[in-house]
């Protein structure tokens, strides 16, 4: 039997994000996106990768839509992607450090997208959290978003 208080914080998939290196900066713009230049690190976390992006490295900022629902709680928030991304896959209950160093929202989610319990805790608490959370059987999933800057983080499911 799966421990239902174990987790997997996934990644977003580097190949959706691949073709937008190819637009040019107009492109971009015209979809509210911008290309940008790391200048400093920890500052630009690229939601494929789970890692800061290295001063010098391009990132794009982007609008994404990460909760996909039909409930009022379908939401959308600003992400980087670093250029040469891969797509990261965390181990069960591993948080990676671009994720366990911010300060986060956690939210969370039953199977229709309505959320059901929320809180605001330091990254090094975020698998007790999880937990917590998990311990909630309506609870079907958790959003983290960067709790001072709004940008959306990650997605932890049940592992």
Do not use: Q, W
């Amino acid at each position: 039997m799966t421990d239902p208080l174990r987790f997997r914080i996934t990644a977003l998939p580097a190949e959706e994000f691949a073709p937008l290196f190819r637009l040019s900066d107009t492109e971009l713009r015209s979809r509210g996106m911008l290309r940008m230049v790391a200048d400093a690190k920890p500052g630009f976390p690229c939601r494929v990768s789970l890692e800061d992006a290295e001063v010098g490295e391009t990132v794009i900022l982007l609008p994404f839509v990460h909760h996909r629902t039909e409930s009022p709680y379908r939401a959308s928030g600003p992400i980087f992607v670093r250029e040469c991304a891969a797509t990261a896959a965390p181990d069960v209950d591993e948080v990676p450090d671009a994720v366990r160093t911010r300060l986060l929202s956690v939210r969370a989610y039953d199977a229709e997208g309505m959320m059901v319990r929320s809180e605001v805790v330091e990254g090094n608490e975020l698998a007790d959290c999880a937990r917590r959370h998990f311990a909630d059987p309506s609870v079907a999933a958790l959003h983290v978003h960067n709790a001072r800057a709004g940008c959306y983080s990650c997605r932890i499911e049940r592992a």
